[in-house]
């Protein structure tokens, strides 16, 4: 099978893939449907539904401070309206029909089959241009077969990272498109929408220029991709910057596209833009002109924003570093993953590199170099992904293409073979191929350790908040039912009670929150007798503990003597009081008794 140009009909494309694309949904509706029943959402999700509902209810567009997350200070949050509009949009949509709480579950399946049909239509469309109907179909339908791609875009999952990937697929129609400057401005004003959303796509963007400066190098008539991508990205992140924070907001802050990014994006593309039009295009020349014109803009960079020149949580105070940063599961490497779904994410990528090995050897010399690129950036976004792992997704949905190349490939072979028994065979040799994890989860829970030995007689063991109980609206209801207060509660518990109840918290899992997230931690951390002044120093009305996830057997295991390892074993300090209803629960809720007055004796009280 060479490599070349499809010859697809666009009504025949268009029936593959809305057919794959019902069948990834029935699939995605049907794993997340246990979720969704209870509204059991993870916790970014669960806080961006919470942001929403703010909007809705009357908070500015412009203002994202949540008010409800320690609530003398209300601080700031850095995510965007992008992601928050098309969940308002459903909810505003649907509310007069059925209901805001209906309206808010219908949301939380369109939306994200929505960003579904975006990535299925532009790996299908890219990969049907290159080799043509069969590919385009198998390839879109590989976006199913990879876990953390799918995870992304399935119901309930309505936090960002699903348009970042919808984002970085439909960067590359642009990438593999032979007009250099419709390439150059689709590829740019996606991957600005993917920045403008979330810093993790900068990276992404980074190899993309990399690869169009490579490009460049090669044929000079490729500069003009580089230039139009980056002066397409820089327009679209100011655009956006205006259109979401508000054009006279000149705030910065290190981990969002602020107006340094912006100044070093306008300096980066016009001096490109510069370099392009000169009549030297020399490799040794590009390079010199593009370190130059990077050396200028990180200068201004700098200059503006000079804390920001260093790792974004590098400064984090220790504590919050050390009990939350470092136990963030999908910004650690891969080598911290569980195995069971680390492994067969690997094998899948691995797999995607060979097929793009194997398709560089078949294709003509026409596209020979295109290929390549693609390996390239592959390769690029596979290193990527074994650094951080949430960009594991952006590198699955650069191999969704090779996959379904390779794929097609080999089912091709299969066809040909002769007898039955060895189809059948080759056929499952394959399936094992292309979906590992059908052999590596399903063996996981026989060679899995044994849980440590619980904190405290009554504890239970560690588990994920998600298979806890302790997010079950019907639990927090009666939560819900108390007076309205601020909870004193932990971080994967936090937006469950945002969500679910009036209630405010302390503190949750989002940085800009430092000072609480670190006296939350301490909290957790300290003896009851030391905590009850830093719970009363929070203003909050209740703690609340969830006694079976891994956080409070973090901070158990920690301080045996601590405040969560004391209400993990279901003792309860003086100045706490438990609430009536959570005696069954794994998750525990005491009311902070009023601190009582010191008495002032005077000779006439004697």
Sequence with gaps: MNVEPGRTQPAGIAQRLLLVWLVLSAIALAVAAPRLAELNLRGDDALRLVQVRDLIGGQAWFDLRQYRIDPAAGPLMHWSRLVDAPIALVVLLLTPLVGQPDAEMAALVVVPLLTLGVVVAAVGVAAGRLFGLRVAGLAALSVGLLGPVLFQLQPTRIDHHGWQVAAIAVALLGFLSHDVRLGGIVSGIALGIGMTISLEALPVAAIFAAIYALRWMREAWEGERLAWFLFAMAATLAGLYAATLGPGNLSSYCDAIGPAHIAFFIVVA????????????????????????????????????????????????????????????????????????????????????????????????????????????????????????????????????????????????????????????????????????????????????????????????????????????KILARFAAVPTGTAFAQFDVGPAILLHTPHAVAATGHHRAEQAMRETIAGMLATPDEAESIVRARSADYVVLCRDISETAMFAEAAPDGLAATLRGRETPDWLEPLSGFENSSLGVWRVRQAARKSIATPLMQ
């Excluded at 504890?459 to 079950?472: G, H, I, K, Q």
């Design 270 to 473: 016009a001096g490109t833009f510069a370099a392009t039009r000169s009549n030297r295009c020399s490799p040794g020349f590009i390079a010199a002109a593009l370190g130059a014109t990077g050396l200028a803009g990180l200068t201004l960079f700098g200059t503006v924003a000079p804390d920001c020149m260093r790792m974004p949580f590098g400064a984090l105070d220790p504590l919050v570093r050390d009990y939350w940063y470092l136990n963030v599961g999908e910004g650690r490497p891969i080598w911290v993953q569980d195995p069971a779904l680390a492994v067969p994410a690997v094998i899948q990528l691995c797999l995607a590199l060979v097929a793009c090995a194997l398709m560089l050897r078949r294709t003509g010399c026409a596209r020979r170099w295109l290929v390549f690129d693609y390996l390239l950036l592959l390769v690029g976004v596979t290193v990527l992904a074994l650094l951080v792992w949430r960009s594991m997704a952006f590198a699955g949905v650069i191999a969704a293409i090779p996959l379904g190349w390779l794929v097609a490939h080999a089912m091709k072979r299969i066809e040909s073979l002769q007898r039955p028994v060895a189809k059948v065979v080759a056929l499952a040799i394959l399936a094992i191929a292309v979906m590992p994890a059908i052999i590596i989860q399903t063996s996981a829970p026989l060679l899995a350790r044994q849980p440590a030995t619980p904190v405290g007689a009554a504890a239970a063991p560690a588990r994920s908040v998600t298979d806890s109980s302790c997010r079950d609206k």
